[in-house]
Antibody, heavy 119, light 108 residues
Framework: QVQLVQSGGEVKMPGASVKVSCKAS????????ISWVRQAPGQGLEWMGW????????RYAQNLQGRVTVTADTSTTTTYMELRSLRSDDTAIYYC????????????WGQGTLVTVAS | ENVLTQSPGTLSLSPGERATLSCRAS???????LAWYQQKPGQAPRLLIY???TRATGIPDRFSGSGSGTDFTLTISRLEPEDFAVYYC?????????FGQGTKVEIK
């Protein structure tokens, strides 16, 4: 079955960087994309960016451009999301999600990774 | 930027009632790229509907989606206890995705 397993929670200082991983299994990795979505405490979903696993093309939300980078390693079927210059309002649960590129919808999700930014 | 506005913010209904959730886009959205998700507390979102009206695998037929252009609707024909959750619409426009702010369906 399709599984997306994310790395564990992180606590970071303001100004630091965090890198969250998402290991995919149970499907043809390069036939789908991976999106990253975050959710601040008590808030809604915010799309951050995505990567095409077939060719490595990326797109990012305008408000995060320059601070976020998404990469994919096809040899390990793992996707990474790095967020730099962390601020307290980056505290959130970060999800990876498989993207069916035909319908541009996310049909499988990771379990989420809590990133806490605090001094 | 194409903004998605969901209404109402909260819907208070009883089990067995019909729920109608609205998602309005500030610019036209291709029906092929409008999706709905359900999220329960402490869980990741779950895809319900894609292409505005196609149910995802395993989604009961009490969930239906409709609409085109700038106005889309998610309907739950008869609410079951497990349907009380937050629902988000999502669009894909200009190679970017955005979510609506969500509608909470709560037990009356």
């Amino acid at each position: 079955q399709v599984q997306l397993v994310q790395s564990g929670g992180e606590v970071k200082m303001p100004g630091a960087s965090v890198k969250v991983s998402c290991k995919a299994s149970g499907y043809s990795f390069t036939s789908y994309g991976i999106s990253w979505v975050r959710q601040a405490p008590g808030q809604g979903l915010e799309w951050m960016g995505w990567i095409s696993a077939s060719n490595g093309n990326t797109r990012y939300a305008q408000n995060l451009q320059g601070r976020v980078t998404v990469t994919a390693d096809t040899s390990t079927t793992t996707t990474y999301m790095e967020l730099r210059s962390l601020r307290s309002d980056d505290t959130a649960i970060y999800y990876c999600a498989r993207v069916d590129v035909i319908v541009a919808a996310s049909d499988s999700w990771g379990q989420g990774t809590l990133v806490t930014v605090a001094s | 930027e194409n903004v998605l506005t969901q209404s109402p913010g909260t819907l208070s209904l009883s089990p067995g009632e019909r729920a109608t959730l609205s998602c309005r886009a500030s610019q036209s959205v291709s029906s092929s790229y409008l999706a709905w998700y359900q999220q329960k507390p402490g869980q990741a979102p779950r895809l319900l509907i894609y292409g505005a009206s196609t149910r995802a695998t395993g989604i009961p037929d009490r969930f239906s989606g409709s609409g085109s252009g700038t106005d889309f609707t998610l309907t739950i024909s008869r609410l079951e206890p497990e349907d009380f959750a937050v629902y988000y619409c999502q669009q894909f426009v200009g190679s970017l995705w955005t979510f609506g702010q969500g509608t909470k369906v709560e037990i009356k």
